[in-house]
């Protein structure tokens, strides 16, 4: 007989983790701005906190028998709770970390070997790092990597040679280098400025001035009110703009969907979105720019004064912001001439500038940037307006030309040092594109912001750019040269330098340079970088399917970033570069290796063929002891199949799985109250070898949910998952996503003979972990929280066959799963008193799970969407239909009373859920005693078997019990025809309805409830 798999010889990780604290300080994290993070240095997609990143790290080195009480404070964790503080910015006590690893493990910590192999923005080595271990972090995209050498491993080597002493002079330079040779080209003072994009009406041929920006040019309370007024002379047909104090009710421009008025002519105009038989004014704008920039840059055209003309009237400057105050640009000669100087230098200087101008193509390849591409910018530096274009160009060989000097002064750390002034230039070109937000209640977001939440770049109607008169204002920002000489870092605002210092000090003497290093590599081939068996831990945050195409968003970057170093690339990637088919001189990043998908459906299985091949490496690169952490979000239930095959079929088992708060609220949709899912799961998996189960027969699913070891350890992991999920205060969809990753524990441990397939071990997990979880709930319904208490023999029975059904059926578990979770408290097993609605994503992927579509359900009634609008202010945005989110409710009568009610009844009465709704409904609309009741219905029921009949009742009890009196049409009746709403006495009709079920169960058992 097979036994089951003690873990407790195991690593902490597998038996505690402080991870109630740890979210507290996560969530804290998201919310501390003014501290000098990592993502400060470069922006990277997704980046962790630094709270799991460590205590993960940790706990999966030490072994489980290790004295607990002092982890919290060596880590950094106690002082992070007590002060106002987070745990990045407390140092963790190496040298007790040093001596803990010793005693318990008789290894020295820098023989202890952590791996990241899709390190990211870098926070999981940082960590690591900073633990004192052995550190490895790869990556594929050379953005990423070069992030990762300037967050951990130059500041760790280059922190006692000045490496920070170092940029500061160097940035110094940058900034009175960029006073000397741009400040003319920019107002005295305008921090910022915002353009219209201008078109011509079709019909009056006048210029308008395209612009979203409300009357009231900001909401931010540090700034002046004011607002904006653009006033139109319809006989002359041009326009002055005017900043006002006064409140300013209308908009200048008058726009309707994807159209707008001509404010000379009347007209309307189609401005974006598809156009059938030509263009959009927004069509030829972009036509018109970058055939506009083409001439200056690549056929090197002079610029006319008809051509200058027609520059402004594309790019129009429209107001711009000194100190707390918007003032009008376009009336305003100074600001013009400045504006127009810049484009006739950029064509002046264009040939000296080639070397820095990105050329490149924008692939076709790079689906994010396909909006562009579309739209005729065809090249990178079409992204850019003249004046942006001339800065950014003139920046990148002011960068270039230190990192020659540095490079020849300081070697590798001068590298270093032009790396953070590259960094500094990215960062503002990510401010200064034609596809630069405005927003009224921010100042202004970048490319980089775009590339958070969105799938493509995304053009608004304005675009914004900042201004270096003095370069303090733009680049100064990005730098933050002044603060980070002060001693006071809470008042950074997102510079590089504050970060730096930060990094430096904590590596200042710590030795640890020799113990990280920085690979540019494919993780889907890890053994050929690190061998086999030498790993301890991989603790590693993969991609989550289609989330974030990371070659994509950083070729913006990557473009501007090999024209900036292009004297150290060789320095910064020899050492690291291990892909056998990229260089450092191509002009893209590599895509063809990398771990994503193209949609949720993963359609070509491309994720799914990668994601197994990585996981397979981590296994050949790990010891026989090795700790495997995966971090993993559940956007669809391909996603959770995928991650559980992968480990199953690479020999993994999961030990352990946490839930962790690893995500901004903000990355996710900003549904209204629909429950999405905060936290990570933290799958923890080693190489045990399984359980062999070999009395499991033929029907694998069945014989798997009567077995008694998978029965044992299905018990097990639902017991630790019902502690966790109520220690850790987590939201419902939260709770089910550990639900199942217990499932996915749970199905790992096994081993059927001659089946290697790990789906019906999953799907059995599944529905028995479910089960196992729901029965004390619904069990409490039955016999206390519900309104109608049921005595135990009578609830007994009752759960027999709604667990019999579920476990059978799945469209009965996915609509129960789903209308439990919308109706019930799960930690308190109470009844809510408003139903929760679930996101698309959650529902979809929770019914998939359960072996059941969300559309049949849908289909059927059981189910109804409705449309959540989310807190968005570009309603004249094109895309504006797809920012509403989905809500869905399970129904309950109303899944009687859709449109075409009888052919509907008819399908809906073929699912069991159909029918226990039926019943519910006819036991309540019946009258007479329940026995007389019963008797009406049993009759009504020919046709039904009794089993049908008993698993259904049973559900119906389950329903009456968990519905709201607006539910059961007491107090509103929404379309029931025939129901009644003049019941005084709800609970007593409930009462009634459910002691009808309970007879009418005992007339088909024949036995007495
Ligand atoms: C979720 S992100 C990691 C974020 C990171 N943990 C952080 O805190 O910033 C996943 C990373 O996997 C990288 N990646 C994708 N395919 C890869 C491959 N084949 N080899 C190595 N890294 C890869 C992506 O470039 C991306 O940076």
Same mark, same amino acid.
């Given at each position: 007989?097979?036994?089951?798999?003690?873990?407790?010889?195991?690593?902490?990780?597998?038996?505690?983790?402080?991870?109630?604290?740890?979210?507290?300080?996560?969530?804290?994290?998201?919310?501390?701005?003014?501290?000098?993070?990592?993502?400060?240095?470069?922006?990277?997609?997704?980046?962790?906190?630094?709270?799991?990143?460590?205590?993960?790290?940790?706990?999966?080195?030490?072994?489980?028998?290790?004295?607990?009480?002092?982890?919290?404070?060596?880590?950094?964790?106690?002082?992070?709770?007590?002060?106002?503080?987070?745990?990045?910015?407390?140092?963790?006590?190496?040298?007790?970390?040093?001596?803990?690893?010793?005693?318990?493990?008789?290894?020295?910590?820098?023989?202890?070997?952590?791996?990241?192999? !899709?390190?990211?923005?870098?926070?999981?080595?940082?960590?690591?790092?900073?633990?004192?271990?052995?550190?490895?972090?790869?990556?594929?995209?050379?953005?990423?990597?070069?992030?990762?050498?300037? #967050?951990?491993?130059?500041?760790?080597?280059?922190?006692?040679?000045?490496?920070?002493?170092?940029?500061?002079?160097?940035?110094?330079?940058?900034?009175? =280098?960029?006073?000397?040779?741009?400040?003319?080209?920019?107002?005295?003072?305008?921090?910022?400025?915002?353009?219209?994009?201008?078109?011509?009406?079709?019909?009056?041929?006048?210029?308008?001035?395209?612009?979203?920006?409300?009357?009231?040019?900001? =909401?931010?309370?540090?700034?002046?009110?004011?607002?904006?007024?653009?006033?139109?002379?319809?006989?002359?047909?041009?326009?002055?703009?005017?900043?006002?104090?006064?409140?300013?009710? &209308?908009?200048?421009?008058?726009?309707?969907?994807?159209?707008?008025?001509?404010?000379?002519?009347?007209?309307?105009?189609?401005?974006?979105?598809?156009?059938?038989?030509?263009?959009?004014?927004? @069509?030829?704008?972009?036509?018109?720019?970058?055939?506009?920039?083409?001439?200056?840059?690549?056929?090197?055209?002079?610029?006319?004064?008809?051509?200058? @003309?027609?520059?402004?009237?594309?790019?129009?400057?429209?107001?711009?912001?000194?100190?707390?105050?918007?003032?009008?640009?376009?009336?305003?000669?100074?600001?013009?001439?400045?504006?127009?100087? /810049?484009?006739?230098?950029?064509? &002046?200087?264009?040939?000296?500038?080639?070397?820095?101008?990105?050329? @490149?193509?924008?692939?076709?390849?790079?689906?994010?940037?396909?909006?562009?591409?579309?739209?005729?910018?065809?090249?990178?530096?079409?992204?850019?307006?003249?004046?942006?274009?001339?800065?950014?160009?003139?920046?990148?060989?002011?960068?270039?030309?230190?990192?020659?000097?540095?490079?020849?002064?300081?070697?590798? !750390?001068?590298? $270093?040092?032009?790396?953070?002034?590259?960094? /500094?230039?990215?960062? !503002?070109?990510?401010?200064?594109?034609?596809?630069?937000?405005?927003?009224?209640?921010?100042?202004?977001?970048?490319?980089?912001?775009? !590339?958070?939440?969105?799938?493509?770049?995304?053009?608004?109607?304005?675009?914004?750019?900042?201004?270096?008169?003095?370069?303090?204002?733009?680049?100064?920002?990005?730098?933050?040269?002044?603060?980070?000489?002060?001693?006071?870092?809470?008042?950074?605002?997102?510079?590089?330098?504050?970060?730096?210092?930060?990094?430096?000090?904590?590596?200042?003497?710590?030795?640890?340079?020799?113990?990280?290093?920085?690979?540019?590599?494919?993780?889907?081939?890890?053994?050929?970088?690190?061998?086999?068996?030498?790993?301890?831990?991989?603790?590693?945050?993969?991609?989550?399917?289609?989330?974030?195409?990371?070659?994509?968003?950083?070729?913006?970057?990557?473009? +501007?970033? =090999?024209?900036?170093?292009?004297?150290? +690339?060789?320095?910064?990637?020899?050492?690291?570069?291990?892909?056998?088919?990229?260089?450092?001189?191509?002009?893209?990043?590599?895509?063809?290796?990398?771990?994503?998908?193209?949609?949720?459906?993963?359609?070509?299985?491309?994720?799914?063929?990668?994601?197994?091949?990585?996981?397979?490496?981590?296994?050949?690169?790990?010891?026989?002891?090795?700790?495997?952490?995966?971090?993993?979000?559940?956007?669809?239930?391909?996603?959770? &199949? #995928?991650?559980?095959?992968?480990?199953?079929?690479?020999?993994?088992?999961?030990?352990?799985?946490?839930?962790?708060?690893?995500?901004?609220?903000?990355?996710?949709?900003?549904?209204?109250?629909?429950?999405?899912?905060?936290?990570?799961?933290?799958?923890? $998996?080693?190489?045990?070898?399984?359980?062999?189960?070999?009395?499991?027969?033929?029907?694998? /699913?069945?014989?798997?949910?009567?077995?008694?070891?998978?029965?044992?350890? /299905?018990?097990?992991?639902?017991?630790?998952?019902?502690?966790?999920?109520?220690?850790?205060?987590?939201?419902? $969809?939260?709770?089910?996503? +550990?639900?199942?990753?217990?499932?996915?524990?749970? $199905?790992?441990?096994?081993?059927?003979?001659?089946?290697?397939?790990?789906?019906?071990?999953?799907?059995?997990?599944?529905?028995?972990?479910?089960?196992?979880?729901?029965?004390?709930?619904?069990?409490?319904?039955?016999?206390?929280?519900?309104?109608?208490?049921?005595?135990? =023999?009578?609830?007994?029975?009752?759960?027999?066959y709604i667990?019999e059904a579920m476990?059978r059926d799945p469209a009965v578990r996915a609509y129960l799963t789903l209308w439990l979770l919308s109706r019930?408290?799960?930690?308190?097993?109470?009844?809510?008193?408003?139903v929760?609605p679930l996101?698309y994503?959650?529902a979809q992927?929770i019914s998939k799970?359960l072996g059941y579509s969300l559309d049949k359900l849908k289909s059927t009634g059981l189910i109804s969407e409705s449309?959540?609008?989310?807190?968005?202010?570009?309603?004249?945005?094109?895309?504006?239909?797809?920012?509403?989110?989905k809500a869905f409710y399970p129904r309950l009568f109303e899944a009687l009373t859709v449109s075409g009610a009888k052919v509907h009844l008819g399908e809906l009465l073929t699912l069991i859920p159909g029918k226990a709704i039926y019943l519910a409904y006819q036991a309540l609309k019946c009258?007479?005693?329940?026995?007389?009741r019963?008797?009406i219905l049993r009759n009504k029921l020919v046709t039904w078997g009794s089993k049908e009949i008993a698993d259904a009742s049973s559900i119906a009890i389950l329903l009456l019990e968990t519905a709201r009196?607006k539910d059961l049409g007491f107090?509103e009746i929404k379309g029931l025809y025939m129901f009644r709403?003049?019941?005084?006495?709800?609970?007593?009709?409930k009462?009634?309805a459910i002691?009808t079920l309970?007879?009418l169960l005992?007339?088909i058992?024949?036995?007495? +409830?």
């Amino acid at each position: 007989m097979a036994k089951t798999i003690s873990l407790t010889s195991g690593r902490l990780i597998e038996q505690v983790l402080p991870f109630v604290n740890l979210n507290q300080l996560s969530r804290k994290e998201a919310g501390f701005i003014r501290i000098p993070k990592i993502h400060n240095i470069h922006t990277w997609f997704a980046r962790r906190p630094a709270g799991p990143s460590r205590i993960l790290t940790l706990y999966s080195v030490l072994p489980s028998n290790v004295n607990v009480s002092s982890l919290e404070r060596i880590t950094g964790i106690n002082n992070a709770l007590s002060k106002n503080t987070v745990i990045y910015m407390t140092k963790p006590d190496r040298d007790s970390i040093k001596k803990i690893v010793l005693e318990t493990t008789r290894r020295d910590v820098n023989n202890i070997t952590v791996v990241d192999p !899709m390190a990211g923005g870098g926070s999981i080595p940082l960590e690591s790092l900073r633990l004192g271990f052995r550190t490895i972090a790869v990556e594929y995209n050379p953005v990423a990597y070069l992030v990762l050498k300037a #967050t951990i491993e130059f500041p760790a080597k280059y922190a006692d040679s000045g490496l920070f002493e170092e940029t500061v002079k160097a940035a110094r330079e940058l900034m009175e =280098r960029a006073r000397r040779e741009l400040g003319e080209y920019f107002g005295v003072n305008s921090k910022s400025y915002i353009y219209a994009r201008g078109v011509k009406c079709f019909s009056c041929g006048g210029l308008i001035p395209v612009e979203g920006v409300s009357p009231e040019i900001t =909401r931010d309370p540090s700034f002046k009110k004011r607002y904006l007024r653009i006033n139109f002379d319809e006989k002359k047909k041009t326009f002055t703009v005017e900043t006002l104090d006064e409140k300013v009710e &209308r908009k200048s421009l008058e726009k309707r969907g994807l159209n707008i008025k001509c404010p000379y002519c009347n007209q309307w105009l189609q401005l974006r979105g598809k156009y059938k038989t030509g263009q959009t004014l927004f @069509d030829r704008w972009f036509m018109e720019h970058s055939t506009i920039m083409k001439s200056i840059v690549e056929d090197l055209e002079e610029i006319t004064s008809d051509l200058e @003309d027609e520059i402004t009237r594309i790019h129009i400057p429209l107001i711009r912001r000194v100190e707390d105050m918007f003032k009008p640009t376009w009336n305003d000669e100074d600001e013009m001439k400045r504006f127009r100087k /810049a484009l006739k230098d950029l064509s &002046r200087e264009v040939l000296e500038l080639q070397e820095y101008i990105p050329l @490149d193509e924008i692939l076709k390849d790079n689906k994010w940037a396909s909006t562009a591409r579309n739209k005729g910018l065809t090249k990178w530096y079409m992204l850019f307006n003249p004046r942006q274009l001339l800065t950014i160009a003139k920046l990148a060989r002011m960068v270039a030309e230190i990192a020659d000097e540095q490079f020849s002064r300081n070697g590798e !750390m001068g590298a $270093a040092v032009a790396l953070y002034l590259a960094f /500094a230039v990215d960062k !503002m070109a990510d401010y200064n594109t034609v596809a630069t937000k405005w927003q009224g209640s921010q100042f202004k977001t970048g490319i980089g912001n775009t !590339m958070r939440g969105e799938s493509t770049i995304d053009f608004r109607l304005e675009y914004a750019e900042g201004g270096l008169n003095p370069p303090e204002l733009s680049l100064g920002w990005t730098l933050e040269l002044d603060i980070a000489e002060s001693k006071d870092f809470s008042k950074t605002a997102g510079g590089i330098l504050p970060a730096l210092k930060y990094l430096c000090n904590e590596f200042r003497g710590s030795g640890l340079g020799d113990r990280i290093s920085v690979y540019l590599a494919d993780a889907t081939r890890l053994s050929e970088l690190l061998g086999f068996g030498s790993v301890d831990v991989v603790n590693v945050d993969p991609p989550y399917f289609e989330q974030v195409i990371y070659s994509d968003k950083s070729e913006f970057f990557w473009v +501007l970033l =090999r024209r900036s170093l292009r004297p150290v +690339l060789e320095v910064l990637f020899k050492p690291g570069l291990r892909l056998s088919n990229w260089s450092w001189s191509n002009s893209s990043v590599p895509r063809e290796r990398e771990i994503v998908a193209f949609d949720k459906e993963d359609k070509n299985g491309r994720f799914r063929r990668f994601f197994k091949e990585f996981v397979g490496e981590t296994y050949k690169v790990l010891r026989d002891d090795g700790i495997l952490l995966l971090w993993f979000t559940h956007p669809t239930d391909l996603a959770w &199949r #995928t991650v559980g095959e992968s480990l199953y079929e690479a020999g993994y088992i999961v030990s352990r799985v946490w839930p962790v708060v690893t995500e901004m609220e903000t990355r996710y949709k900003k549904h209204v109250n629909v429950i999405a899912q905060r936290t990570s799961l933290i799958i923890v $998996a080693r190489k045990t070898p399984r359980s062999v189960l070999r009395d499991v027969g033929g029907d694998i /699913a069945r014989s798997l949910l009567s077995n008694e070891i998978f029965s044992k350890v /299905a018990e097990e992991v639902v017991g630790d998952t019902r502690r966790i999920s109520k220690e850790a205060f987590l939201s419902p $969809a939260d709770v089910i996503t +550990l639900v199942f990753g217990s499932a996915l524990a749970l $199905a790992s441990r096994f081993e059927i003979p001659g089946s290697r397939n790990f789906q019906p071990l999953f799907e059995s997990a599944s529905t028995k972990v479910l089960e196992l979880f729901v029965e004390p709930i619904i069990n409490e319904i039955l016999t206390g929280s519900g309104p109608v208490k049921l005595d135990r =023999r009578e609830s007994s029975i009752i759960l027999e066959y709604i667990k019999e059904a579920m476990l059978r059926d799945p469209a009965v578990r996915a609509y129960l799963t789903l209308w439990l979770l919308s109706r019930i408290d799960l930690e308190k097993a109470t009844i809510r008193s408003d139903v929760l609605p679930l996101s698309y994503d959650f529902a979809q992927t929770i019914s998939k799970l359960l072996g059941y579509s969300l559309d049949k359900l849908k289909s059927t009634g059981l189910i109804s969407e409705s449309v959540v609008e989310e807190e968005s202010k570009e309603d004249e945005e094109e895309n504006s239909g797809e920012r509403g989110g989905k809500a869905f409710y399970p129904r309950l009568f109303e899944a009687l009373t859709v449109s075409g009610a009888k052919v509907h009844l008819g399908e809906l009465l073929t699912l069991i859920p159909g029918k226990a709704i039926y019943l519910a409904y006819q036991a309540l609309k019946c009258s007479g005693a329940p026995n007389t009741r019963a008797e009406i219905l049993r009759n009504k029921l020919v046709t039904w078997g009794s089993k049908e009949i008993a698993d259904a009742s049973s559900i119906a009890i389950l329903l009456l019990e968990t519905a709201r009196d607006k539910d059961l049409g007491f107090s509103e009746i929404k379309g029931l025809y025939m129901f009644r709403n003049d019941v005084s006495q709800p609970n007593f009709e409930k009462e009634l309805a459910i002691r009808t079920l309970v007879k009418l169960l005992e007339k088909i058992g024949g036995e007495s +409830l």
